[in-house]
């Protein structure tokens, strides 16, 4: 497979899993944001620090003082100057489909290009005054269409599982930035609420649980369940047999630096108990999967989409 094309597959990955979470963080901490801003001010600023915190662009808290919730949502989903928005990342996800328009089924294409054409027809104003849960839940609901659709329409030959290395590598990066944003020392049980709402995790929560759960317990559920296709613990063990079946080599080995890292990675969400990970801190502990994250991408890019100097003509 072409470099180029695989790395299309790679970013289409990322940015449909960003828009995704940007989408989902934003519904559900729009309304309470609402609640708050006229009952407890100081709250609600805080609670836009740690949304923006959370989709990846959260700046000083200076960047969001004074700023109303309109203001805020419009950042994170219409400013086409910030990378991370709902707007910008659904283009992305579409220039890389176009570029590899022929590898993809049509299902697959139809379904980004439809969201495409839908956002950029809203707008801030017109989205905020008829309630952005409607816009928000439709983008988040058509980017998780994306890998159902890819999954049961595409071959999973090397471009999808470029797609799959993607895909879960932005859900742990997203995940661990959500983790890492939920401050459990205020109030543990409201906090822990928040959090597996913004991971789609309430339900298989509650599901799992064989007894009466403490705060705690969520963080352990997002971080180390095996069987939640959002935990860190299963983000990685996808990535970590993509990039096997990619490079052809056994389970277990290492023929790269994203290999080693993932096995790596890997082996700290096998053998790591929610004790060790409250000793360290738990705002510690996702800050340094994240940047762990950070170094796998640019690992992953390294060994499959080498930027190599060209030499200038007549030199």
Known sequence: MLSRVAESFFWLGRNVERAEAVARVLDVNYSRAMELSARRPARAERLWHSVMECAGFAG???????????????????????????????????????????????????TINVLYLHVERQNARGVAREGPSKFLRRVRDWMQSVGGIADSTMTHGDGWHFLQTGRFLERAYMTARIVEAVDMSLEGWRESQRLLEMCCASVPFVQASHRSPEALDAVQFIALSADFPRSLRFCVREMDSAMHRISGNPEGTFGSPAERRLGRLRAVFDFTSIDEIATAGVRTFASNVRRELELLSHDVEHAYFPRLAVAALGA
């Open 60 to 110: 000083p808290a200076s960047s969001i003082e004074g700023r109303t919730a309109s203001e805020c949502l419009r950042h994170c989903a219409f400013d086409p100057k910030n990378p991370s928005s709902i707007v910008s990342t659904v283009r992305i996800a579409r220039a890389n489909a176009l570029g590899i328009r022929s590898e993809l089924t049509m299902e697959v294409w139809e």
